[in-house]
């Protein structure tokens, strides 16, 4: 199996997609010539040209409007939000039509929509280039909403995506772009969009993450394997609808939950994580659910010490898990 | 101030009856007498407190009955807002529909009775599905016109909005992708001179919303919203340019809403009654009504023919959602997304 980054993945997923059905376009900002700020449409504006990969107006509100209406028409379209501090505008169309078209039209009309947007901190993005919005979307019924953590699942997940009929909106980890390698299997393959994925199976706690943080779980748990502490790791991989099953599963064995992202912790998806828990598998519980997560300031800021009191890294996910496995 | 002078432009001197054949002319007449009559029914089931709100077409219906007949009807993509009784009514929505909507009962076409009335939605006509938060549904129908362009195919999308929501970003952003792209895509804006209670002079600067196309690189027209066949012509030059590959226009009907915003308005606090009534006198409907008999083509006969027509299609309507059983309360859990195909 050939190794890529994962913005290569997203790249050959979006590559094979367009391949596969002319239906599918890209639009976005930067997307035609530049290929992106982060390369993710690397030469496909020469391959496809500038019918299906769409330089649009600096305008992300009407990105995802104009989505939308084509994906009522029965196109396929995949937009690209720059970075995900800038779909706020787009919030509307997101929320209120997107989210709600095939409920309010009684399964008249479907928006099959992709929305693409890169997300995190530790980039040195600062407050406007590092939000983790992922939280916001994650409460809307009608939305799926995808963080891969690695090449594989981030190209299985998005051909998912873009097959899909309901609108996705598909967070990629900018910091593991290029930092993120892996297998990437040859040839055709999905990787459905709702289950969750134990990456690390383990017996002692289970770690719930997504996107980079899961990353960091990993490293985190192969240090604490060698002082004899068996992390089990769940990469969520889909937020929402949300896999309760796997989540339950995983606590009904371990009796031991901790929760990292890198939002801010307070209503984030660790939240929702440890209700589930509280609700479902209090009997199982041997711990008081943890959660590690960003401090509740407005964004990342941006001076180098700033930035790393703010995220989650491995050391901090390590120590956490540690005291959790004391408990 | 308001604007209640008379509004801007009329072709009629040219073309008395825009050349439209005799059975075009009275569908249109019956088109908006129809609609008024269903119109003043739900005012009066309101009144009586039998539905919870209704949202009035009452003074649009040449603007909106013009521009349905510009369009090929179930080819052409229609995405309305919720004053556009007239135009789908015209598309094909029925009073039946309509009246289930007003009721939220079971068998409602356009949400299965989720949404409040007047959201239209008609999928068999090319009507999309319409949501409460003005000016969305601009990006939705440049997206629509933008993927017909991409297709290659021959249809247009027309967008309806009011002249209050233009203010909205939403709005520049979608004539902008129209404009850039040159996409077959007609906004028309019904200018009632009032968003609820603000005047049209609290929501810009310029005397007409039209004179903004110039801002996007595409032509802006004004017309009597009120002359249903000026609204036609206007509609129809705009329909043709945009099927001809030239791009999108921007339509302005100037009109006026003669009745409150809606059922939970109170229009008396920022309108004279004085100025409702002189607008009261341009009746749209009456206006047609005197042209088509001026020319022979309505005869008291048939007028009466009209009125007993719309009268018992209104009836029928209302008994018939009255009668309807109120949607099983499982339906509101379901239907949240699509089936994936495998699954459906
Ligand atoms: C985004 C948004 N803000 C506020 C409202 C509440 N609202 C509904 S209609 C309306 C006025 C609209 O006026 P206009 O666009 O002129 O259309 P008209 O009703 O006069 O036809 C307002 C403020 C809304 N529906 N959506
Ligand atoms: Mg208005």
């Known amino acids: 199996m050939p190794e890529m980054t994962l913005i290569e993945a997203v790249r050959q997923a979006m590559?094979?997609?367009?391949?596969?059905?002319?239906?599918?376009?890209?639009?976005?900002?930067?997307?035609?010539?530049?290929?992106?700020?982060?390369?993710?449409?690397?030469?496909?504006?020469?391959?496809?040209?500038?019918?299906?990969?769409?330089?649009?107006?600096?305008?992300?509100?009407?990105?995802?409007?104009?989505?939308?209406?084509?994906?009522?028409?029965?196109?396929?379209?995949?937009?690209?939000?720059?970075?995900?501090?800038?779909?706020?505008?787009?919030?509307?169309?997101?929320?209120?039509?997107?989210?709600?078209?095939?409920?309010?039209?009684?399964?008249?009309?479907?928006?099959?929509?992709?929305?693409?947007?890169?997300?995190?901190?530790?980039?040195s993005g600062g407050l406007y280039h590092s939000q983790s919005v992922e939280a916001f979307f994650a409460h809307v019924p009608g939305l799926k909403v995808v963080i891969p953590s690695n090449p594989r699942d981030a190209k299985g997940l998005l051909k998912s995506a873009v097959r899909d009929p309901n609108p996705v909106v598909f967070f990629e980890p900018k910091k593991g772009y290029r930092l993120i390698k892996g297998e990437v299997p040859e040839g055709e393959y999905t990787v459905p969009i709702g289950p969750a994925n134990v990456s690390r199976p383990g017996?002692?706690?289970?770690?719930?993450a997504y996107g980079m943080m899961h990353y960091y779980c990993l490293k985190a748990a192969g240090t604490l394997a060698g002082e004899g502490i068996d992390v089990e790791v769940v990469d969520l991989r889909t937020l929402y609808p949300v896999d309760k099953a796997a989540i339950l599963e995983s606590v009904r064995k371990t009796g031991k939950a901790l929760v990292v992202y890198e939002d801010n912790l307070t209503m984030g998806y660790g939240a929702e994580v440890a209700a589930i828990l509280a609700d479902e598998a209090f009997t199982s519980l041997d711990a008081p659910v943890k959660r590690l997560a960003a401090p509740d300031v407005p964004a990342v800021p941006f001076s180098h010490p700033f930035q790393e009191w703010f995220m989650p890294n491995p050391d901090k996910i390590a120590a956490a898990m540690r005291e959790l496995a004391a408990y | 101030m308001a604007i209640t002078s008379a509004p801007a432009r009329s072709r009629l001197d040219q073309e008395p009856l825009a050349g439209l054949p005799p059975e075009t002319l009275l569908e249109l007449y019956w088109q908006m007498l129809r609609s008024r009559r269903l119109d003043e029914r739900a005012w009066t089931l309101h009144r009586q407190g039998k539905i919870a709100f209704h949202i009035s077409a009452m003074g649009h219906e040449a603007a909106q009955a013009g521009a349905a007949c510009a369009l090929r009807r179930g080819h052409d993509y229609v995405v309305p807002y919720y004053r556009d009784l007239t135009l789908v009514l015209s598309l094909g929505y029925t009073p039946r529909d309509f009246m289930l909507g007003l009721f939220g009962k079971q068998g409602e076409v356009t949400s299965g009775a989720r949404q409040m009335p007047s959201h239209w939605s008609l999928r068999s006509a090319n009507v999309v599905s319409t949501s409460s938060p003005v000016a969305t549904q601009i990006s939705h129908a440049a997206g629509l016109a933008l993927a017909c362009k991409l297709r290659g195919d021959d249809r247009v999308a027309l967008a309806c909005i009011g002249e209050g929501a233009t203010s909205q970003g939403e709005w520049y952003e979608g004539l902008n992708w129209a404009a850039v792209h040159k996409l077959p895509f007609i906004c028309l804006v019904q200018n009632n001179v009032y968003a609820i209670s603000v005047p049209v002079d609290r929501q810009m600067a310029v005397p007409n919303v039209a004179d903004r196309a110039a801002a996007f690189g595409m032509p802006g027209v004004v017309v009597d919203g009120n002359d249903v066949l000026a609204v036609y012509e206007a509609m129809k030059a705009a329909v043709d340019r945009a099927r001809a590959g030239e791009g999108p226009t921007l339509v302005e009907a100037k009109t006026y809403r003669v009745v409150p915003h809606s059922s939970d308005d109170d229009d008396r606090s920022y309108r004279t009654r004085d100025e409702v009534e002189l607008w009261k006198k341009r009746d749209p409907i009456l206006r047609f009504r005197a042209k088509l008999e001026a020319a022979?083509?309505?005869?008291?006969?048939?007028?009466?023919?009209?009125?007993?027509?719309?009268?018992?299609?209104?009836?029928?309507?209302?008994?018939?959602?009255?009668?309807?059983?109120y949607p099983d309360v499982a339906l509101a859990a379901g239907g949240v997304y699509a089936p994936l195909p495998q699954e459906a």
Request: glycine residues 12%.
């Open chain 1, 15 to 123: 590559d094979e997609e367009l391949a596969r059905d002319d239906r599918v376009f890209v639009t976005g900002e930067d997307v035609g010539r530049r290929g992106g700020v982060f390369r993710a449409t690397l030469g496909l504006f020469e391959k496809y040209g500038p019918g299906r990969i769409i330089d649009s107006p600096l305008a992300e509100l009407s990105i995802v409007g104009i989505g939308v209406g084509a994906a009522l028409y029965g196109l396929r379209p995949i937009c690209e939000i720059q970075f995900a501090d800038f779909i706020h505008p787009a919030f509307n169309q997101i929320v209120n039509e997107a989210a709600k078209m095939y409920y309010r039209s009684n399964g008249e009309w479907l928006v099959p929509l992709v929305i693409r947007a890169p997300y995190g901190g530790g980039i």
């Open chain 2, 296 to 325: 022979g083509l309505l005869t008291p006969d048939q007028q009466s023919e009209h009125e007993a027509r719309a009268q018992a299609e209104v009836d029928e309507a209302v008994q018939f959602a009255q009668a309807a059983p």
């Open chain 1, 203 to 208: 017996r002692d706690l289970s770690v719930f």
